[in-house]
Nanobody
Framework: VQLQASGGGLVQAGGSLRLSCAAS????????MGWFRQAPGKEREFVAA????????NYADSVKGRFTISRDNAENTVNLQMNSLKPEDTAVYSC?????????????????????WGQGTLVTVSS
């Protein structure tokens, strides 16, 4: 199983970045996907998540209206479009996958529920 995040970098406040996560080694279309981030000296926090078919999404309050999660099941990728970036968005961003049988039990922000994790990509937002 591999989850490889890419697209991070240095951007000025107000700018945009698009992160991608390439999945392999498991049946991607069966998994719900999430993005989490961890800033230096802080705990990991939830950013966004998306259902198997992409119809349902969930966002942390801190990124609502600025970030958009999407997925391409044909390409086995999940993306995070980040607009209007702020210095407080600076963190290592990681993608994760969880296999659940019903959306009724989906806990998108609970990192303990995720089965697979990828290496992160660093996003730095300068003021």
């Amino acid at each position: 199983v591999q989850l490889q995040a890419s697209g991070g970098g240095l951007v000025q406040a107000g700018g945009s970045l698009r992160l991608s996560c390439a999945a392999s080694g498991f049946t991607f279309e069966r998994y719900y996907m999430g993005w989490f981030r961890q800033a230096p000296g802080k705990e990991r926090e939830f950013v966004a998540a998306i259902s198997r078919n992409g119809y349902r999404t969930n966002y942390a309050d801190s990124v609502k209206g600025r970030f958009t999660i999407s997925r391409d099941n044909a390409e086995n990728t999940v993306n995070l479009q980040m607009n209007s970036l702020k210095p407080e968005d600076t963190a290592v961003y990681s993608c994760a996958a969880v296999l659940i049988r019903s959306i009724a039990v989906w806990e998108p922000s609970n990192d303990r529920r995720y089965d697979y994790w990828g290496q992160g990509t660093l996003v730095t937002v300068s003021s």
